[in-house]
């Protein structure tokens, strides 16, 4: 028995000399063997009264001595420990660049519509935004379409299934409606928005676009106004020198014209996108049809007004020499990350 006790206390002892603390688990774990409340220490010592007086306090010193190291290694082995994550902390370098912080980009549909808007509300338009799901009066009857306009066709129109009245706007024209019945003139505002019909999707068509439809309604406006208008817009937009009205028909204007911005010959861009012409068609406009004001309640005699409506997505296509639609609704981030800072820092 007595031997037994010293050769396990030796034994001990070694292992405390013996033992690498690197880590905080490591100390933990010798922390718990040799200095915790069931230490393996406690049974030798335990063992002091069976060992006869005359060895006890040889005994005894090597018990503290295994008990004194054990503390004094565990004890360094800490301050070590938390030297090295004092080191660690002032070791941060602050002038290290910080992680990207990815903010995405803007697509640019987005980027075309707001430049638009930016453009109009420069001379005193607001921005009116409408339902997408519109009813058949809105969409079309009020906007002189007839009974048996072909555009009414299911070839062109998403009707929602449960109703033959409701459907996808085909246009942003019933904004103009919503809004003259809402308010009384002068009406001066742009509606940006998207649109649908019922295509087949190819390279230069989609079954949902976005358009801008401008509106003014007020005494005494006339085509000189809606000229004067569109003109500052082709120069603003397109830095264009000069635009041409070509005479057009649409059952909501009279007259009605659609609008063809020059934009010359000078490079192969040029010539492709307006077939050798030098003029790019723009947009759709006209003098509201006074039959249109009288369905939204606004005396003819008293008011007229002009409008017109702007395809986004081939104006995008031009202005960043894009030549499939189809690319502006897939979100395929390697085209749209081309369009802005996908991060910043
Ligand atoms: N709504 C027409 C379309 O989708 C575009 C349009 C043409 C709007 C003439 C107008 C306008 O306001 O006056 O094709």
Redesign the pocket.
């Known amino acids: 028995m007595e031997l037994e006790a010293f050769v396990l206390a030796s034994q001990y002892l070694s292992e405390v000399e013996t033992t690498e603390l690197i880590n905080e688990a490591q100390a933990e774990q010798f922390r718990i063997k040799f200095l915790g409340t069931k230490n393996i220490l406690k049974p030798i010592f335990d063992e002091m009264r069976n060992i006869p007086n005359e060895r006890k306090k040889e005994f005894g010193q090597l018990c503290n001595k295994v008990k004194t190291l054990a503390e004094n290694k565990f004890q360094e082995t800490k301050n070590k420990l938390d030297r090295a994550k004092l080191n660690q902390f002032e070791s941060i370098d602050l002038s290290a660049p910080a992680e990207p912080y990815n903010i995405g980009s803007r697509h640019p549909v987005s980027l075309v519509m707001e430049e638009m808007v930016g453009i109009f509300e420069r001379i005193g338009f607001s921005v009116a935004e409408e339902r997408e799901i519109e009813d058949d009066w809105h969409n079309f009857t009020a906007l002189g379409t007839p009974e048996d306009h072909p555009a009414r066709d299911m070839q062109d129109t998403f009707y929602l299934k449960e109703s033959a009245t409701m459907l996808l706007r085909t246009?942003t024209?019933p904004v103009?409606v919503r809004t003259m019945l809402s308010q009384k003139p002068p009406i001066r505002i742009i509606a940006p928005g998207r649109v649908y019909r019922n295509e087949t999707i190819s390279a230069r068509s989609h079954c949902q676009f976005h358009?801008i439809?401008g509106l003014y309604v007020a005494e005494n406006v006339s085509f000189a106004d809606l000229r004067q208008t569109l003109y500052y817009f082709a120069k603003e937009m397109f830095g264009a020198t000069k635009i041409r009205l070509r005479p057009s028909y649409?059952p909501?204007?009279e007259p009605?014209a659609e609008m063809d911005v020059y934009l010359g010959l000078e490079t192969e861009r040029d010539q492709r996108l307006t077939k050798g012409t030098g003029w790019l068609e723009v947009l759709?406009?006209?003098m509201v049809d006074p039959v249109v004001l009288k369905h939204c309640g606004i005396d003819p005699e008293q008011y007229s007004g002009f409008?017109?409506?702007i395809g986004i997505e081939r104006i995008a296509l031009f202005k960043y020499q894009i030549d499939d639609i189809r690319l502006f609704f897939e979100n395929d981030l390697r085209f749209l990350r081309q369009f802005g800072p996908s991060n910043i820092f």
């Open positions: 246009h024209s103009q358009q439809e649409f909501f204007t009605s759709g406009c006209g409008a017109f409506g």
